[in-house]
T-cell receptor, first 113, second 116 residues
Framework: DQQVKQNSPSLSVQEGRISILNCDYT??????FLWYKKYPAEGPTFLIS?????DKNEDGRFTVFLNKSAKHLSLHIVPSQPGDSAVYFC????????????FGTGTRLTIIP | NAGVMQNPRHLVRRRGQEARLRCSPMKGHSHVYWYRQLPEEGLKFMVY????????ESGMPKERFSAEFPKEGPSILRIQQVVRGDSAAYFCASSPYGRQGTDTQYFGPGTRLTVL
């Protein structure tokens, strides 16, 4: 039962262009969403988050959009840089009183120089 | 300002042995979470602990796995009588307050367990 889905296992984008990574969720109790970036043999690094009371959050080159009615969020990276090549995980948290994160399966982003 | 520390980074065990994985949270953080990542999969929640208390162990296998976070010292994830299916990357994360719905978890580098 995959409650957080990243349907694109991989994505290739030209350097300088926009990268758009997508994430869908099924659990309507999720109300806080995070994006993590992961390099091989390292732990996930927090990138950006968004609460369900917002529909957009921006931090430098990274913007996350949340569409609650569609249960969909996306991460935009612009402009894309070679160092952005990594696996990106979407994660969600529900306001049940516990703090566990439910992760998607990840999207491998490759930036082409 | 050190991040989340995990050791060892790599651990090799033979079937039937015990594995102990350690996690020191970031300074000032009193909430610790353990996740497991199997090859080609996302991270799966295992257990959430505060100092001396297990808050949520819903993701922990019922047998052979245990976790603790003592008043002093690191959090320990213990796997008894390891089997080949336990081979995975185990990540620890910590957060400062455990506030509902707004807290960010910061991850350590992981321990890669290989069971021969």
């Amino acid at each position: 039962d995959q409650q957080v889905k990243q349907n694109s296992p991989s994505l290739s984008v030209q350097e300088g262009r926009i990268s758009i990574l997508n994430c869908d969720y099924t659990n309507s109790m999720f109300d806080y969403f995070l994006w993590y970036k992961k390099y091989p043999a390292e732990g996930p690094t927090f990138l950006i988050s968004i609460s369900s009371i917002k529909d957009k959050n921006e931090d430098g080159r990274f913007t996350v959009f949340l569409n609650k009615s569609a249960k969909h969020l996306s991460l935009h990276i612009v402009p894309s840089q070679p160092g952005d090549s990594a696996v990106y995980f979407c994660a969600a948290m529900a306001n049940f009183g516990n703090e566990k994160l439910t992760f998607g399966t990840g999207t491998r982003l490759t930036i082409i120089p | 300002n050190a991040g989340v520390m995990q050791n060892p980074r790599h651990l090799v065990r033979r079937r039937g042995q015990e594995a102990r994985l350690r996690c020191s949270p970031m300074k000032g953080h009193s909430h610790v979470y353990w996740y497991r990542q199997l090859p080609e999969e996302g991270l799966k929640f295992m257990v959430y602990l505060q100092k001396e208390n297990i808050i949520d162990e819903s993701g922990m296998p019922k047998e052979r796995f245990s976790a603790e976070f003592p008043k002093e010292g690191p959090s320990i994830l213990r796997i008894q009588q390891v089997v080949r299916g336990d081979s995975a990357a185990y990540f620890c994360a910590s957060s400062p307050y455990g506030r509902q719905g707004t807290d960010t978890q910061y991850f350590g580098p992981g321990t890669r367990l290989t069971v021969l």
